[in-house]
C-alpha cells in the first residue's frame, strides 16, 4: 500500500478541521454565507432631470404628403424619426444653416462680448441689417437678429469675431456639425448663401436644430414673433420674425427660414403640443407650400391625444 505523501496528509488535515468548524458555527446559531444571487438589470437611461428617455410613438394616421423634396419629422426627446421623404440627400438649405452658425456662436462663449462692425461684413445681399461700421453690439443682441431676421451681414460679423474670418469660422461650423453627427453637411459661409459646394440634408438639419432646441437662448430668440432692434445712432427698426407659423399655428415654436433660388423655400420648425415636442424640416418647397408643408407635418406629429406618446 502506497503512503500518502505527507503535503498530502497536511491538506486533508485542514480541510477536516475547517468542515468541523463550518458544522459546529451552525450548530450553534451561525448562518452560513447566503448564495450568490443574480445581477439587478441595468438601470433604464435617464433623460435630463433623471426621467426615462421617452421613446416616442409614430402617429397611427399616414404622414400627409408634402410638396418639399425632402423633409423629416423627428421627436426632440428620444431624436427618433416619426416620418422621412428624401431625408439624406445633400442639397442646398439656405438661412436654415444660421443654426449651425448660432450654436458655434454660443459655443465660442462670452456672450455679451461687443463685436465692433467692419466694412466686410457687409459684403453679402440680400437681406441685410446695413449695420454701419465702428457700430458695437453684443454677440447676444446680433445672435437674436440673426435668429429672427436672418440678416446676412448680422451673420458674417459674428463669424468674422468668432472665427477670425470667414473661412476660420466655416472650419468651426464643420466641427460641431460632425460634433453633432451631421454625417452629409458641408458649410462654406455662416449665412446660407449659395456656395458651390455647400450643403446638407434635412436628416442633418434635424439634428442641428434638436441641439438648438436644447439652448434656452437660442430657443427664446427662434420663438420671438418681433422685437425693436436699436441701432448705435438712435434709430429703431421693428423686426420681425420671418417665421409665419409662429403667428398661424398656436403650438409652434421656433425654428428657422431659409430662401434662395437654388435651395427654394426651406424651414425648420418645432412644436409642442399633449406633452410632445417635434422638429420638422422641408427643404427645396414652394413659396405657399412651405407653410402648408410644414403645418400639415406638425399637426400630423402633435394633434393626437397625450396618451401613448
Sequence with gaps: MRMIPRMSRFLCARLFALAFTGALITSCGGNPPPPLQPRPPKAIPAATGGQPVRVAAIPPNPPPPVVAQSAIVIDVVSGRVLYAKNADVPRAV?????????????DAGNIDKPVTIQTIDGAC???????KPGDVYPRRELTKVLMVKSANDVARALARDVGGSQESFAALMNQKAASLGMRNSNFINPNGLPNAGQYSTARDM????RAAYRSPLIRSFTATKSFT????????????????????????????????NAAGRCLVCSGSLNGRSVIVVVLKSTTPNVWKDSSKLLAWALERPASGS
Excluded: M
Design 94 to 106: 439656405a438661412s436654415t444653416q444660421k443654426i449651425v452658425t448660432a450654436l458655434c456662436v454660443l
Design 125 to 131: 445681399e440680400p437681406t441685410n441689417l446695413n449695420l
Design 206 to 209: 434635424a439634428i442641428a436644430a
Design 229 to 260: 432692434f436699436r441701432f448705435n445712432d438712435g434709430r429703431t427698426r421693428f423686426i420681425e420674425n420671418t417665421n409665419r407659423l409662429l403667428k398661424t399655428v398656436p403650438y409652434c415654436d421656433g425654428l428657422k427660414t431659409g430662401t434662395t
